[in-house]
């Protein structure tokens, strides 16, 4: 369900939220919205550290204010300027590949019990904030990608679409209407990214 984390107690890096405010570019904020905190209520503008962890609970919390505010079309925004913006590791040569680190880094941008939840030495990822999946469709150019995460979901569309995007330009992702959705309160939501 998006909004809502799946542990309590995880942290998000300051550069993961910045990277995510950078995509709200010039949406001028109502002056009673201070998003929780990270932008000042005065003058809109972007007031946090990059390298301080903050609560995934608030951080959901100003997400959900978005989507009030602005709709899916700004979260898909938000979450199209995501790779560009927030930690990730080398992009790989293949769409697989490339969607695969997705994972990685939404894990790379985590930490729980104070600990980074992805390891890059071990390549050990920790449990407690649901996954970026990845399932390549043999034969075609077709990848099916499930999200059990807490963001919103057109914020996901929206990181699968520039990450697709970045290996082919023709690539789309679209949700898949006949899997559960967590804007009805389901666990995860289904993409189909074709080239």
């Known amino acids: 369900m998006q909004f809502h984390p799946l542990e309590m107690g995880i942290e998000v890096s300051g550069r993961a939220v910045y990277s995510t405010l950078v995509g709200l570019n010039n949406l001028r904020l109502p002056k009673e919205k201070d998003l929780l905190g990270f932008t000042n209520s005065e003058t809109g503008i972007i007031a946090l550290d990059l390298d301080k962890w903050y609560s995934q609970e608030i951080w ?7 989507a009030v505010m602005y709709g899916d079309a700004i979260l898909f925004k938000i979450g199209f300027a995501i790779p560009d ?3 990730f ?11 695969k680190t997705i994972d990685v880094a939404y894990h790379l941008n985590h930490k729980k019990n104070g600990e ?8 050990n990822m920790q ?6 999946g990845c399932k390549k469709i043999e034969g075609y150019n077709l990848i ?6 807490p963001y919103p979901c057109s914020f996901d569309k929206g990181i699968l679409t520039a990450m697709a995007k970045k290996i082919k330009g023709n690539a789309i992702a679209i949700h898949d209407e006949s899997k559960p959705c967590r804007k009805n309160g389901a666990e995860s939501c289904t993409y189909i990214i074709s080239w």
Request: proline share 5%; net charge negative; with cysteine.
């Open 60 to 66: 959901l919390k100003v997400f959900e204010m978005i």
């Open 85 to 87: 913006n927030a930690e």
């Open 89 to 99: 590791p080398i992009l790989p040569e293949s769409m697989e590949n490339a969607i």
């Open 116 to 123: 980074i939840m992805y390891d890059k030495d071990t390549g």
């Open 127 to 132: 449990e407690g904030i649901g996954h970026y």
């Open 144 to 149: 099916i990608a499930e999200c059990t995460n």
